[in-house]
T-cell receptor, first 114, second 110 residues
Framework: KAGVTQTPRYLIKTRGQQVTLSCSPI?????VSWYQQTPGQGLQFLFE???????NKGNFPGRFSGRQFSNSRSEMNVSTLELGDSALYLC?????????????FGPGTRLTVL | TQLLEQSPQFLSIQEGENLTVYCNSS?????LQWYRQEPGEGPVLLVT?????EVKKLKRLTFQFGDARKDSSLHITAAQPGDTGLYLC??????????FGAGTRLTVKP
C-alpha cells in the first residue's frame, strides 16, 4: 500500500508570492491534516479536512488555507509569503476524522522563502 | 510555555548505552503518543498510551504513561545507530488538533 505522498518535495519562493502544496493520502483514508514544522516553533497544527470540509483550524493567519477534493486529496495554499513561512510542511492522513491512532505522515514539502 | 516539555533537548550516546527521554506537562491528557522522525521524513507513530501507569514495549523501546496521565517517558535499551532521530511526544486536543513537544534529538554513535 502506497504511503502519503506530498508534492513538490522542495520549493523556493520569494516574499509576496503564493504557493500551493499537494498531499495524496493513503488509499482509503478520508482525513487529511496539515502541519508546519520549524526549528523555533516545532510541529504546529494548521488544519484538518474530512469529506471535503475543514473540521478544525490551528492558530494561523488567513493567508494559510486549504481544501480537499472528492478523492480525499488535499491542497494547502499560502498567499503573500513571508520569510517566516519557510518551513517543512507535513500532511498526515487517517481513516476518519480525529483518528490519530491511524495517522500517517508524508515526507513533507520543504518551503524556502527568500 | 509549551504544553509539552521534552527533555533533554539533545542527547548523544554510544551504541549499546541505555537512555531515557521525558515528556512532561501540568495538564492531564486522555492519551499521549510518541513519534520518531528521521531527517527528510515525516514523523512515524511509535505508540499510543492511554491508561495512567500503562507500560508498552516495542522491542528495545519501553514507553510509560504517568499515573496521573500528565507525563510520559521513553526508555531505549542498548541503543543502536538506527535509533538516531528526533523523538516527539504529542497529545490530541479537541477536534484532532495534535499538540507536539519540541522533541529530543538523539544521536547514537557506532
Amino acid at each position: 500500500k502506497a504511503g502519503v505522498t506530498q508534492t513538490p518535495r522542495y520549493l523556493i519562493k520569494t516574499r509576496g508570492q503564493q504557493v500551493t502544496l499537494s498531499c495524496s493520502p493513503i488509499s482509503g483514508h478520508r482525513s487529511v491534516s496539515w502541519y508546519q514544522q520549524t526549528p523555533g516553533q516545532g510541529l504546529q497544527f494548521l488544519f484538518e479536512y474530512f469529506s471535503e470540509t475543514q473540521r478544525n483550524k490551528g492558530n494561523f493567519p488567513g493567508r494559510f488555507s486549504g481544501r480537499q477534493f472528492s478523492n480525499s486529496r488535499s491542497e494547502m495554499n499560502v498567499s503573500t509569503l513571508e520569510l517566516g513561512d519557510s518551513a517543512l510542511y507535513l500532511c498526515a492522513s487517517s481513516l476518519a476524522a480525529g483518528d490519530t491512532d491511524t495517522q500517517y505522515f508524508g515526507p513533507g514539502t520543504r518551503l524556502t522563502v527568500l | 510555555t509549551q504544553l509539552l516539555e521534552q527533555s533533554p533537548q539533545f542527547l548523544s550516546i554510544q551504541e549499546g548505552e541505555n537512555l531515557t527521554v521525558y515528556c512532561n506537562s501540568s495538564s492531564v491528557f486522555s492519551s499521549l503518543q510518541w513519534y520518531r522522525q528521521e531527517p527528510g521524513e515525516g514523523p512515524v507513530l511509535l505508540v499510543t498510551v492511554v491508561t495512567g501507569g500503562e507500560v508498552k514495549k516495542l522491542k528495545r523501546l519501553t514507553f510509560q504513561f504517568g499515573d496521573a496521565r500528565k507525563d510520559s517517558s521513553l526508555h531505549i535499551t542498548a541503543a543502536q545507530p538506527g535509533d538516531t532521530g528526533l523523538y516527539l511526544c504529542a497529545v490530541p486536543l479537541n477536534n484532532n488538533d495534535m499538540r507536539f513537544g519540541a522533541g529530543t534529538r538523539l544521536t547514537v554513535k557506532p
